[in-house]
């Protein structure tokens, strides 16, 4: 269908059997180092070679085929302290806490899924999650 000329997020919306389907294969940015995509070998090799609007081949990695496309591409930055600082903070509490409270916090979670009943009236939801077998 690509190679067709069909618009990549076309193709995505109706080929990808994963979350990104929805979005038409749109997916968070990856960061060098600091993604999911560093637990799959290759992937980000293969994310970081591609320049913007360029196409990858289908790529197998680990069980699963990927065509990714590079949308654009931001060097490297570094903010301020002053503008991370309550981000830090927050994340060093979050840290902290699930050291001192991380079984606690996992029986009471484990408990509420026991228990819960959710029902989702969202038909675009429920088409996202289709293609996720973790959800």
Request: proline share 6%; net charge positive; with cysteine.
């Amino acid at each position: 269908a690509l190679r067709q000329g069909q618009p990549f997020e076309q193709v995505a919306r109706t080929y990808s059997r994963d979350k990104s389907a929805a979005s038409g294969g749109e997916i968070p940015p990856v960061f060098r180092g600091r993604a999911r995509a560093v637990a799959v070998p290759g992937f980000e090799a293969a994310a970081f070679a591609l320049q913007p609007g360029e196409t990858a081949r289908p790529t197998k990695f680990l069980d699963a085929w990927f065509i990714l496309r590079c949308r654009e591409r931001t060097g490297a930055s570094t903010r301020p302290l002053e503008a991370v600082r309550d981000e830090c903070r927050r994340d060093v509490a979050v840290i902290k806490s699930a050291a001192a409270h991380g079984q606690q916090i996992s029986r009471e979670y484990q408990a509420f899924r026991d228990r819960a009943y959710v029902q989702v009236f969202w038909t675009s939801y429920l088409a996202n999650l289709a293609g996720s077998p973790n959800q």
